[in-house]
């Protein structure tokens, strides 16, 4: 989409993430991912409802645990705090209370909401003025819809690497904090071709946080004699503190979770490996590569030619 400031039109894209999002701007010769008003570069895709505010994004997510059923997010349907009912066409609406009142919202109402707010935080970084449906419903001037792989293959500047080289295979690996996608491509003088697209719309990273949170709830009741699996605010407080250590094990081989009265006054603590983790979530990663061999057969190209990846 492109917006007008002082004069000029800028590109604006927006990643809509079912676990986060983040938006960007083409200028100075580069994509610039816009940071937010605290400073975060990825935005979590969370709208909350409180009996005075509507919230969105970190404000959202850092009072989950004290907000659950109000607090709306991606994840596997069994582990909803929120409620989802059926209206009178049999459409699925997102039940909560907001200001006092129930209200109903459809899964592209909540879309529209976190995309407003990308829009928000576009225009306070740059003073600017302000998929499809989400989009309109957000107030935003949508001009074109490039595919994933695509926008992959420009922001690594591929178009211009791969202009007297002949035709290059690109595989672009995205897994998502809901969703898994995997595409195959190729690039010939700066022409862009998407052979193939697979995926998983039920698996992401969240399934490896779902992972973590059971095998920890289990450990806390097998050290303490106390199930926490029926406490939200005590299943959120350990889901972040997995969430925290997935993400600090990408970088180092071990961390710890420490939670101060988890459940029932009782503290939490234990570590955690990267071998550790990677046992637990061994067939996450094995059904990961399942549509990746299906990627192949559709674009009929052999897995043995030489490949460029992006992840």
Known sequence: MALAAKGKLLAIGINLGTTYSCVGVWQNNHIEIIPNEQGNRTKPSYVAFTDTRRLIGDAAKNQVAMNPINTVFENDMKLWPFKVHRDMWNRPKIVINYKGKERQFSAKEISSMVLYKMHQIVEAYLGLMATKDAGVIAGLNVMRIINEPTTVAIAYGLDKLCTNVGQKN??????????????????????????????????????????????FAQEFKRKNNKDLSNNPRALRRL??????????????????????????????YTEITRAKFE???MDLFKTCLEPVKKCFLDAKMDEGCSYQWFY
């Open 170 to 215: 690109v595989l672009v690996f995205d897994l998502g904090g809901g969703t898994f996608d995997f595409s195959l491509l190729t690039i010939e003088e700066g022409v862009f071709v998407v052979k193939a697209i697979t995926g998983n719309t039920h698996l992401g990273g969240e399934d490896f946080d779902n992972n973590m949170v059971n095998h």
């Open 239 to 268: 889901r972040t503190s997995c969430e925290r250590a997935k993400r600090t094990l990408s970088s180092i081989a071990q961390t710890t979770i420490d939670i101060d009265s988890l459940f029932e006054d009782v503290d939490f």
């Open 279 to 281: 046992e637990f979530n």
